[in-house]
């Protein structure tokens, strides 16, 4: 089972028998909800220094801010820049970006499981928008920034919200279940000016018991602030129509090689 881009605790929690049943007994203790309240907390604090230096996180900006938990720190806000070209295609999120074809019938692959548009939305009358189109996966690791942007300007419509568990997102946890099936997550179908139809799901992950979006039924503007996360590490999943979008040549070759590639928020990863 692949290894890389996995925490040690979380390969051995997916990637083992024995793991496997430990992290099934902490999703039915409600342990990622636990600790959640714990990392929202002033204790918590005393994490903040210690996770900056492991990680080697860029603080430029948040000079002698005194964060009021590790939660505070987590979802801090900074000023973002973004490729304003409209034909271009941003990211989302800071992230380790990858890319599935969707079929026909509307199913796509990814990390050994095949998933249909309506395993992910419940919503079967959105499911066929997205026949023969394209899936991008933002896999937000812990040490990103976890604020995400708008691709483009046009409208939202209503946000969805489906309970589900608390699943890791990192690689060895999605190839050990459907993850973006089973973990709470929220979805909303946007009507872009440049990308046509664009469905986007913010899928939690271990001890991210918050999703908050800001807008729905409304106009959006491209660059603009969609939304966070609360704690650890988390997943966009962005469904695109038919010959829509496409890649950049250089993001593409990485792909094709099996690899995930870094993005920025707000960097061009391709064209309309």
């Keep these: 089972m692949e290894t890389k881009g996995n925490d040690s605790s979380v390969q051995f929690l997916y990637g083992t028998k024995f793991g496997r049943f430990l992290q099934n007994t902490f999703l039915f203790l409600r342990i990622p909800a636990l600790l959640g309240l714990f990392l929202r907390s002033p204790i918590s604090r005393i994490n903040v220094k210690a996770f900056i230096k492991k990680h080697n996180i860029q603080m430029d900006g948040f000079e002698g801010v005194k964060f009021k938990s590790f939660n505070?720190?987590?979802?801090?806000?900074?000023?973002?820049?973004?490729?304003?070209?409209?034909?271009?295609?941003i990211s989302t999120a800071d992230s380790m970006l990858s890319s599935y074809p969707i079929n026909e019938g509307s199913t796509f692959f990814v990390k050994g499981h095949d998933y249909t548009v309506n395993e992910l939305l419940e919503d079967p009358q959105t499911e066929a928008l997205f026949s023969a189109g394209t899936c991008l996966v933002f896999r937000l690791r812990p040490t990103d920034y976890h604020r995400y942007c708008y691709i483009d300007s046009g409208k939202i419509g209503k946000n969805t919200?489906?309970?589900?568990?608390?699943?890791?997102?990192?690689?060895?946890?999605?190839?050990?279940?459907?993850?973006?099936?089973?973990?709470?997550?929220?979805?909303?179908?946007?009507?872009?000016?440049?990308f046509g139809k664009v469905a986007q799901i913010e899928v939690g992950a271990f001890s991210v018991g918050g999703i908050i979006n800001h807008d729905e039924n409304t106009s959006i503007a491209r660059g603009a602030e969609k939304g966070y996360f609360d704690l650890h590490g988390s997943t966009i999943v962005m469904l695109f129509q038919k010959d829509k979008i496409h890649l950049l040549p250089e993001i593409e070759k990485e792909l094709a090689e099996g690899k995930e590639v870094q993005v920025k928020i707000g960097q061009q990863i391709g064209m309309a």
Excluded at 72 to 89: G, N, V
Excluded at 165 to 178: D, E, G, I, R, T
């Design 72 to 89: 505070d720190f987590f979802t801090r806000k900074k000023e973002i820049t973004f490729d304003s070209s409209p034909k271009h295609l």
């Design 161 to 194: 919200f489906i309970k589900g568990k608390l699943h890791s997102v990192q690689p060895v946890a999605c190839q050990a279940y459907k993850v973006y099936k089973l973990n709470r997550r929220s979805w909303v179908l946007m009507e872009t000016e440049n």
